[in-house]
């Protein structure tokens, strides 16, 4: 009788041990850097944005084509809802309508906690366009064709179609890092609101629109019929991406995973 109360009660401390431990576990879980994946969907309007072929309208009833639509994400920030920001190192992604994989950007190793903004530049910032051509690698290799190789930088969109209403092409690339010519804008979506918890037990996701009818709408009204098709830093990219900057990006959604 006597050795069955010993097994029950070392049975009982076991038990007790493994619960305590699972629950440190899921305690140091929570405190342990997470996963923030950005999920980008390019549209026309209330449309998906598909190459080659489909017909969209500006508000201006401007009927045109893509074939070409790419960009540059970097320097994503993440903002506490405390108000401090976390600047997620060495983040630079092109993202590219013909790769679907590319409109996945995952973002980890970051802090856990809980986070009310995100914001990012279109493009690459000054300092690493200026870089040699050379020691640049991955998305930001010359060799990807979104690069200018007579010293100014990179490409930071590229939008490329046919103005069929007009029976001309469109050839936008925006690119640019000195004033007067600076195209380099931030992006910062709202959350409305909502909050991503973010930890290592899960990873969290923000779901993103980006219109392509926002390059030519919004701080200024740029006709197609009448653009310059502009393959150089100029006043006309800067108007295109102050353009983009102010409003192509839309959060559609927040998922804690």
Known sequence: MKTSKYFLFFGLLLVASMAGMQGCKKDSDLQTPGEVDLQISNVVGAKPLALDGTTYS???????SVSTFEYYISNIKLTKSDGTVYVAPNTYFLVDQAK??????????VPAGTYTGVSFIIGVDAATTQADPLAL????NPANSMYWTWNTGHIFLKLEGTVTSAGRPI???IGGYTDPYNAIVTATPSLA???LSVNGT????????ADVLKLFDGVSHITLSTFSNGMMPGAE???????YGAGMFTVTQTQDN
């Open 58 to 64: 500006t508000p201006a009833g401007e009927i045109f």
């Open 100 to 109: 679907p994989a590319t409109q996945h950007l995952a973002i980890t190793g």
């Open 137 to 140: 690698t991955g998305v930001l």
């Open 171 to 173: 050839v936008c690339h």
């Open 193 to 195: 609101g909502k909050i």
């Open 202 to 209: 899960h990873s969290s996701t923000i779901s993103l629109s």
């Open 237 to 243: 990219a800067v108007q295109v991406a102050k353009n």
